[in-house]
């Protein structure tokens, strides 16, 4: 729907829903997959993670911490490129410090912008009749 290049980069066994994958290719610009962090970002503009393991999922931790070793958004990976993150972030995880505390970071300014969003959100449902 945004007409962006999208590449993923997840370890084997992980990686896009069917439904989703299925979904976009049928807007025509599906997402490409890899297993190769590296390569993922050779061409990206933004580079953008997430947490390995969200709530709920805590009894999955130890298992998906050994299965994304290597994945993690380090200096050498983002090189001078812009980095997001939806946060919370676990800091040492799937982001290092130094890149979440970087000036590449602009995941404070994504937050503030979710929140205003969010915001008009919580307006405009306060005011429908």
């Not at 979904?23 to 990206?44: I, S, Y």
């Not at 993150?85 to 912008?113: F, K, M, Y």
């Not at 979710?114 to 959100?121: I, K, P, T, V, Y």
Request: hydrophobic letters at 40%; aromatic letters at 6%.
């Amino acid at each position: 729907m945004t007409d962006i290049d999208l590449t993923v980069a997840t370890p084997e066994g992980y990686g896009i829903d069917d439904g989703v994958r299925k979904r976009a290719a049928a807007l025509g610009n599906p997402p490409a997959e890899t297993h190769d962090p590296e390569e993922a970002v050779a061409d990206a503009d933004v580079v953008y993670t997430d947490v390995w393991v969200s709530m709920g999922q805590e009894d999955e931790r130890e298992e998906k911490l050994r299965d994304f070793d290597g994945f993690q958004v380090t200096a050498d990976l983002v090189g001078d490129r812009p980095v997001m993150h939806c946060l919370p972030a676990h800091r040492g995880e799937e982001i290092t410090d130094e890149v979440l505390e970087s000036d590449n970071a602009i995941v404070w300014d994504q937050a503030e912008n979710r929140m205003h969003a969010q915001n008009g959100l919580l307006v405009w449902l306060s005011d429908a009749e």
